[in-house]
């Protein structure tokens, strides 16, 4: 705990020596170029953060392009995080969720953890059956084999 | 049979430290706000490993390896000139031209207590003593860096070889400005180094150094009590900002917080240095040595978004983007602010891992994973098993590593230790 602690402050220490304080910069007019794919769920709020891109290379302020909603999104998943911990069940989350987001989001956050949930139970039972090296993926279907990889044992890459 | 226990025999012999084909010392250079083995003394946390210990481990092969403790916010020129003096011993010398550049920040030449002694035997001013005063050509040494460490060491070895890089006696008389001290160093490692700058240092911004409670509170979780000011040292003397010896941090900052050089406007400084700004103005005359063998490791604790099931925090981004990269899960928590699509949450403007163009979002937390490799423009390869003198030979990056697991903050000896054999391994058959 101590080790945790020392260290949280030295990066916050870190934070400071190299930043922040200053509030973000005015909201541009959003001129980015066309977004990247987004991987949102079907039916996703068009407010979520993927909605935005920024063209490279500028400042990180001034390409600002949060869509206004973000930070009540991620202090509701904060606050859920947080009722979870202290034993909250699905029903008060439900109603912490709904009770700020859109419909839209809380059936993508929805779809999203069910998915995680079954995912997170195959690598269980593949980490059961043949450890954690990345070859065990090979028992994958293809297109699982590339989230394997984040869940696989560290290793150097190249 | 016989050839059989030949072979056994001969790989037995390749593995054993005994017939390595150097036993040169290692000496360990730590990073932006790194500390020496005295700071943390009284706990056992130690820069170069945390509750484990990477310097002694490393000493199990036989070697003497040294740990380092130079300025940690100042720049790689300072550091560098601290880190030849600390080595050799000697009095800090920066350099005339570099000193008189900085002059209107207060910059000194010769500053006190920045000294270290070469012979316990004479020591009337009871310095520190110099970490190995022998080294020179016949007693060369192997740097190994972490972070703004692996900056420092490039540096350190351009001054060696070429000296003042405006002329010769440009910087006085300084040893370390005279040049020609070839083949003082056998090699030089990078660990996690920003070698084309870190875009944190974009993405964060302003250098406000409210360090006076952030600095005391380290000391203090680091169980040696923040106001005794026996911790946390910035050792800025060449600034004359000299702390106290009865001083404490909180004092110390407050003190000097109006001093210039905590200005951004203040190139000459850690800040300054780590920026791609920076590191790309230090890259253009820190140049990679003929007669070096160059090292270098990397690090990665982001994934591509994904909708679902990356490994990926979903608090702090809950819907991620496939061209962005994500802080993952197990990412030391402190550090996964900066480290994604936005920095969160309490300012919104981009992360590291959506900031500046593609290559640059694969991150450790601290440093984007592409400017581990190498400084741009310089030779470089991957590492095949046989290194290439004066080119960067890259080891790979760890993945599922942050900044800090390579030094082994929060990590295991399982996951650090091996590392650190690998690279011993390979620097023993220089």
Redesign the interface.
Known sequence: M???????????????????????AAQPALSAPP???????AG?STQ???AA??P??R???S??Q?PPD??Q???V??S??SARQRGAGENETYQLRASRLTAAQLE??LA??L??SN??RRVAELRAHCGGSESCGARLRAEDQP?WR??A?????? | MKTLTSIALAALLAASPAHAANNDPVVLVHG??GFGTDT?AA?G?KYWG??NDIAAHMRGSGRPVYSAAVGP?SSNWDRAVELYYQIKGGCADYGARHAALHAAAGHIQKPSGKCWAADPANNPNNYPLALYPQWDAQHPLHLVSHSQGGQTIRTLVQLLENGSPNGAGSEGDGALFSGGKTGWIKSATTISTPHNGT?????????????SE??G??VQ???LGGSSGDGYKFRLEQYGLAQGPAESIRDYVARTRGAPFWQLSNHDAA?WD?GPDGAAQLNSWVKASPNVYYFSIGSRAT?Q????????D???????????QYP?NDM????KN?AG???????????MG?????DWYANDG?VNTNSMRAPAGQAQQ?FSGTPVKGSWN????????DH?DVIG??APPS?VYPIYDKLLNILSEL
């Open positions: 101590r080790l945790v602690l020392a260290i949280a402050a030295l990066a916050a220490f870190l934070l400071a020596m190299l930043g922040p304080a200053q509030p973000p977004a990247p794919t987004a991987v949102l769920p996703a979520a953060p993927v891109a920024a490279p290379r400042d990180a302020r390409t600002t949060a973000i930070s999104l991620l202090a998943e904060s859920v995080r993508s956050l999203m953890e998915a995680e995912w997170t989230r984040s869940y044992d560290a290793a150097l890459r190249h | 932006f706000l943390f706990t946390f945390g509750f916010v875009t944190l240092r974009d993405v964060v911004v302003d250098f406000v150094p409210m360090v952030l600095a509170g380290i979780l680091a169980g800040q780590l994934e978004g994904s909708w679902c099931c990356n490994n990926t979903r608090v702090i981004a809950p819907f991620q983007n496939s061209a962005y993952r030391i928590f402190f550090l900066a699509e936005w920095v969160v949450p309490s300012v919104l403007q981009r992360g959506s900031y500046r163009a593609a601290v991957p890259y080891l790979g990056y760890y993945d599922h590593f800090f903050w929060d996951m």
